[in-house]
């Protein structure tokens, strides 16, 4: 069993940065896979990034690339999604997940432990 928790959401001006953070407790945290997803109201659940239990392999949701970076602590059990040059299009509930098997993973019924989330609201 792995338990995560996010913070660090909040309410930023389009174009402004926030950093989110996942920690990790339960089982041995660095052998896991983590991602992070999305929804805004009336939306689906969308795929934003995932890290590998490594670090050494990362994706992205086109969406996302080259203003969104994920990362991982393995010492600290923490994972992190920085956000940079963000959009009021990025307004939503924000959640990590985690999961050994690293299989499709942009789709959300392929992680099977989640996070509470924690909004983000972008004003333009």
């Known amino acids: 069993q792995v338990q995560l928790v996010e913070s660090g959401g909040g309410l930023v001006q389009a174009g402004g940065s926030l950093r989110l953070s996942c920690a990790a407790s339960?089982?041995?945290?660095?052998?896991?896979?983590m991602a992070w997803f999305r929804q805004a109201p009336g939306k689906e659940r969308e795929f934003v990034a995932a890290?590998?239990?490594?670090?050494?392999?990362?994706s992205y949701a086109d969406s996302v690339k080259g203003r969104f970076i994920t990362s991982r602590d393995s010492a600290k059990n923490t994972g992190y999604l920085q956000m940079n040059s963000l959009k009021p299009e990025d307004t939503a509930v924000y959640y990590c997940?985690?999961?050994?098997?690293?299989?499709?993973?942009?789709?959300?019924?392929?992680?099977?432990?989640w996070g509470q989330g924690t909004q983000v609201t972008v004003s333009s």
């Open positions: 997940a985690a999961d050994r098997s690293w299989r499709a993973a942009t789709m959300s019924a392929s992680w099977a432990y």
């Open positions: 339960g089982r041995t945290f660095d052998t896991y896979n």
């Open positions: 890290i590998s239990w490594t670090g050494g392999t990362t």
